[in-house]
């Protein structure tokens, strides 16, 4: 079927040299699919290919492609999609005469649409989308918190056929494709709930199955250095682990870990040298040992990512244990009649409560989490005690128990998490509950050029604040290493009870790098390693307690870091839409 639809360069299309993307193209496909790929392996045009097909033998379906950055999604909507629906020679049947050309969305005939967005500092953007089939591209820039919200985007008949049969459904659901980064990032974490299959490829001579991942057969199989015969289809640059007998990668086939998951969730990884071009063509090849052997033309985590499609290194931690212990120096948390103590011998100018509302998040189990912080005359901020609630969807039970927290410290002001309408509805829940509206500070990450700015009420806008969420943890980081904010007695116990402050090692620093546009810094939760809504409420409770009181401390070096230039921000978002809260009155 694919050499009628399409035309690459001129010449019908076929799956003749890109066998290894087949699993995209079977009639049946599980409802999570992840690829793990290294660069250059065609899996845009596989992509958009599928894209295309999908549509055109489902009419009034909705694919929507998401990417991290804008440059992303013009890039794949205008250099691979827009030709293949141009040049193909049924043109006239997937696309009608007059069909407005628009970059984010390419309207089929049969009704079915191709719609682009893209997600960086928020997934505002994906709101009112209805997707039949949803695929991220470059899913290892994108931020692990975002992807449930814009999975909600999956139209209902989906999650509810993956709900009661997910062995059974004949729809696919999510598609991930991407590059690998750091074990952190978020491909690797859904690689790992994936069947993982690898291409395995048999030896002619020993029968040995090679495998092509770093852990098993990968680094043998590509050789030696530097070789007498030059590569080529008979004498490709594969070559087997055990015994150095050519490997032919038209030979191999995918063979999954965990074979009983790959009805629900296919993971496939591929490195370039199982793709034919690589391995089959003498100039790529020695390209690619160029690669593994010049550490001046590229590193090894680079050669790791890049070339071998497979996850090297650890993320930083925004702090270490270390650190969080040195800054836990006030009485636990527990010591209520102390802290009440303290606050009436007048140790605070200001205090009051940071909450991080629970509910959604990437494994359903976040919980709603309150930090309890005061400002001393000398700038330092205590965060002294703080809570984890167990009943995050219960909107009036959690609004009675913060403001029986508020109460019991006597607060003076409640920052909360502002950041999608369900928080909205959260905050006017305390309203109801008699809490005056000025008391309340809604937080609301955004990308603004300073760690937090107080925005002022408009239309139905609440005055809120808005806080960059990278710069203000790296903010938070800096007063934890130089004790000017301090915390509770440390209070992890083992890994099942894990305490409150853990929370702040399960964040991330991550440096991206990304092409044509250079180095992006961000702070990203590693889910696998616990949760994150402590530090986001101590975040809330910090921010507001600076603001509310003029000035923020010096930061000194990282206001350089999460600075973006203007051609950042034009490739991550062209349109800044910093005011654009259309949540708030939904
Ligand atoms: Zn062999």
């Not at 967005?117 to 997934?123: I, K, P, V």
Request: with cysteine; charged share 20%.
């Amino acid at each position: 079927m694919l050499p009628l639809l399409f035309n690459l360069n001129g010449k019908p299309l076929t799956l003749t040299d890109h066998f290894q993307m087949m699993p995209l193209f079977e009639t049946t496909l599980p409802p999570d699919i992840t690829f793990k790929t290294g660069r250059q392996v065609s899996k845009s045009m596989s992509n958009a290919v599928q894209s295309i097909l999908f549509g055109f033998i489902n009419p009034f379906h909705n694919i929507v492609h998401v990417a991290p950055l804008y440059v992303h999604i013009e890039r794949f909507s205008n250099d691979y999609v827009a030709p293949l629906l141009e040049h193909s020679p049924v043109r006239s049947c997937l696309i009608a005469k007059h069909t407005k050309k628009a970059m984010l969305q390419r309207a089929l005939k049969n009704g079915s649409n191709l719609t682009f967005t893209f997600a960086f500092h928020d997934c505002t953007r994906v709101r009112g989308i209805s997707a039949n089939l949803l695929k991220y591209d470059e899913y290892q820039d994108l931020d692990p918190a975002f992807e449930p919200i814009i999975n909600q985007t999956l139209a209902a008949g989906y999650m509810k056929s993956l709900a009661i049969n997910p062995d059974k459904a004949s729809q696919p659901g999510i598609m991930r494709f991407g590059t690998p980064l750091t074990f952190e990032n978020g491909l690797e974490q859904s690689w790992s709930r994936s069947s993982q299959a690898e291409w395995i490829i048999p030896c002619r001579s020993c029968k040995y199955e090679n495998v092509p991942s770093m852990s098993q057969d990968l680094d043998k199989m590509l050789g030696p250095k530097t070789r007498k015969v030059p590569v080529s289809p008979e004498t490709p640059g594969l070559v087997c682990a055990k015994c150095g007998h050519y490997l032919y990668t038209r030979e191999g086939r995918w063979v999954h870990l965990f074979p009983e998951r790959q009805h629900h969730h296919g993971g496939y990884h591929i490195p370039l040298c199982i793709m034919t071009f690589h391995c089959e063509n003498d100039a790529a090849w020695t390209k690619l040992q160029q690669y593994r052997f010049n550490q001046n033309i590229m590193s090894v985590a680079k050669f790791y990512n890049d070339i071998c499609g497979e996850s090297y290194d650890h993320g930083q931690k925004l702090v270490s244990v270390t650190d969080l212990k040195h800054a836990a120096v006030l009485p636990p948390r527990s010591a209520i009649k102390t802290h009440i103590q303290n606050i009436m011998a007048g140790r605070y100018i200001d205090h009051g409560l940071g909450v991080d509302w629970g509910g959604g998040g990437q494994d359903g189990t976040s919980k709603t989490a309150i930090a309890v912080a005061g400002l001393r005359a000398d700038g330092i901020v205590e965060v002294f005690t703080g809570f984890r609630s167990n009943t995050p969807n219960d909107y009036n039970l959690e609004a009675s128990r913060t403001l029986d927290i508020c109460n019991q410290f006597q607060a003076k002001f409640i920052a909360v998490d502002f950041n999608g309408p369900a928080n909205a509805l959260r905050r006017s829940k305390l309203m109801d509950h008699g809490y005056p509206a000025n008391k309340i500070a809604p937080i609301a990450y955004t990308v603004i050029k300073s760690i937090a700015k107080p925005v002022g009420a408009h239309k139905d806008m609440p005055a809120h604040l808005q806080v960059n969420k990278a710069r203000s943890f790296l903010f938070l980081a800096q007063l934890i290493r130089s004790l000017r904010l301090r915390f509770f007695a440390y209070d992890f116990l083992s890994s099942e009870e894990p305490g409150l402050l853990n929370d702040f090692t399960a964040l991330a620093e991550e440096k991206l790098e990304v092409k044509s546009v250079g180095d992006i810094h961000r702070v990203i939760h590693v889910a696998t390693a616990g949760p994150d809504d402590f530090a986001h409420a101590v975040n809330y409770a910090v921010c507001a307690l600076f603001s509310r009181h003029g000035s923020f401390p010096d930061a000194g070096s990282i206001m350089t870091i999460g600075d973006l230039s203007a051609d950042q921000q034009k490739a991550i978002e062209p349109a800044l839409r910093d005011k654009d809260f259309a949540w708030f009155t939904a």
